[in-house]
């Protein structure tokens, strides 16, 4: 099965990614996580994705394509995958359907996880993640046992530089500008699926195994 996650920052994709790997036994696939790790990792790419990421802005479709195409080599995706913040442009969405249908395959689904803008500074600024393993928590709606501790591997959890809120106004722009005509893209091609982002985070996942099938 491939799926590709939709919707503005802080929609949930990644809450929502996680759930749907572990259920159906697909790797969850961040782009945003992968930079992050070259940035912790001191790589050549990291340093210049932090550039962008620090601002808010988009890395350039290149880097990005190249390295998608990299990860999708990798055993664990032979089966399938749930993508989490890649496509983000429609040059992305080409790239990986002209790569798919070199190969005869195609996405299952596109699920757009809607969010108005209203609530998506609060659920950033609330969001926490973890130095160590990556794993994200809210304060309020997914709060850690332990304030400020990773429930799973016990490390510090800290506030993503480009959650501030100056950073999330300008992330939100971008999203509008470049990757919300993703929905139209994947409407056209017959693969959207919407669901309401709003409802608690288990809701959101009932209604996506609802789409996926039990
Ligand atoms: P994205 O991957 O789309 O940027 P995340 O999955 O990291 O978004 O979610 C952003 C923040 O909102 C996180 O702190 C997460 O715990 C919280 N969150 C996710 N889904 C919900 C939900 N349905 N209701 C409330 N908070 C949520
Ligand atoms: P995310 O973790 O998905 O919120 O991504 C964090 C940041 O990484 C984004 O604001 C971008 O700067 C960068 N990024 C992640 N995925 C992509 C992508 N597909 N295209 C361009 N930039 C990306």
């Known amino acids: 099965m491939k ?3 939709l919707g503005a920052p802080g929609a949930g994709k990644g809450t929502q990614a996680k759930m749907i790997a ?38 350039p479709d290149e880097l990005v394509v190249d390295l998608i195409m990299d990860r999708f080599k990798e055993d664990d995706a032979k089966n399938g995958y749930v993508l989490d913040g890649f496509p983000r442009t429609i040059p ?13 395959e195609d996405i299952d689904f596109a699920i757009n996880v809607e969010v108005p803008d209203e609530n998506i500074i609060n659920r950033m600024s609330g969001r926490r993640a973890c130095v160590g393993c990556g794993a994200t928590y809210h ?34 722009e971008v999203y509008h500008n470049q990757t919300q005509p993703l929905i ?19 809701d959101v996942f009932n209604a996506i195994v609802d789409i996926l099938g039990a």
């Open 3 to 5: 799926i590709i996650m």
């Open 22 to 59: 572990s259920k159906y036994g697909i790797p969850h696939i961040s782009t945003g996580d992968i930079f992050r790790a070259n940035i912790k990792n001191g790589t050549e790419l990291g340093a210049k994705a932090k550039q962008y990421m620090d601002k808010g802005e988009l890395v």
């Open 92 to 104: 992305q969405a080409e790239a990986l359907d002209k790569a798919l249908s070199a190969a005869g």
């Open 139 to 172: 304060i309020k709606y997914n709060a850690p046992k332990v304030e400020g501790i990773c429930d799973t591997c016990g490390k510090e959890l800290i506030l993503r530089d480009d959650d501030k809120p100056e950073t999330v106004k300008n992330r939100l």
């Open 184 to 202: 139209d893209y994947y409407e056209k091609k017959g693969k959207l699926k919407e669901v309401d982002g709003t409802v608690d985070m288990n």
